[in-house]
């Protein structure tokens, strides 16, 4: 993708790299593990298959999605997070209690493994070492946003 926003905002630059359609769909299915170029195609049911090579081909060139040839007649490739693409998993996790919350028809429950209850997310100040009230949270920087 193109740098599509110019602002000075980490949301702009952010979506620059994974703003893309199919992007997130093609991360998120990476973080559960599915790694092959066929694995992908057949859990991204309508993803045509250049636009599926060329989202992979951007995601690695972001440093995202590392590649490697498992096969060399015909060539083919694994392909797998790296340790930027792996910390994508708070955003999705993120975006599936967003979901959850407000959408009319839920496909997935974010749950703790031990009990099976729902979960919510809660800041913790690295400095302080305690947990942050969202109210309590604020940006800095130079920008608005």
């Known amino acids: 993708m193109s740098a599509v926003y110019s602002l000075p905002c980490n949301i702009a630059q952010t979506l620059n790299l994974i703003g893309d359609r199919w992007s997130l769909l093609i991360l998120h299915r990476l973080l559960m593990g599915m790694g092959t170029y066929s694995e992908l195609r057949e859990s991204?049911?309508?993803?045509p298959s250049n636009l599926l090579s060329k989202r992979l081909k951007s995601l690695e060139e972001y440093g995202l999605v590392a590649s490697e040839l498992y096969q060399a007649h015909p060539p083919r490739y694994r392909y797998s997070l790296t340790q930027s693409g792996r910390e994508l998993e708070h955003v999705f996790n993120a975006i599936i209690l967003w979901g959850e919350k407000n959408l009319t028809s839920c496909y997935k429950r974010?749950?703790?493994?031990?009990?099976?209850?729902?979960?919510?997310?809660?800041?913790?100040?690295?400095?302080?070492?305690?947990?942050?009230?969202?109210?309590e949270l604020e940006l800095s920087g130079n920008n608005d946003d």
């Open 44 to 47: 991204l049911e309508g993803i």
């Open 110 to 135: 974010l749950v703790h493994s031990e009990c099976g209850h729902g979960v919510r997310i809660q800041y913790f100040c690295s400095h302080c070492k305690k947990p942050v009230p969202a109210e």
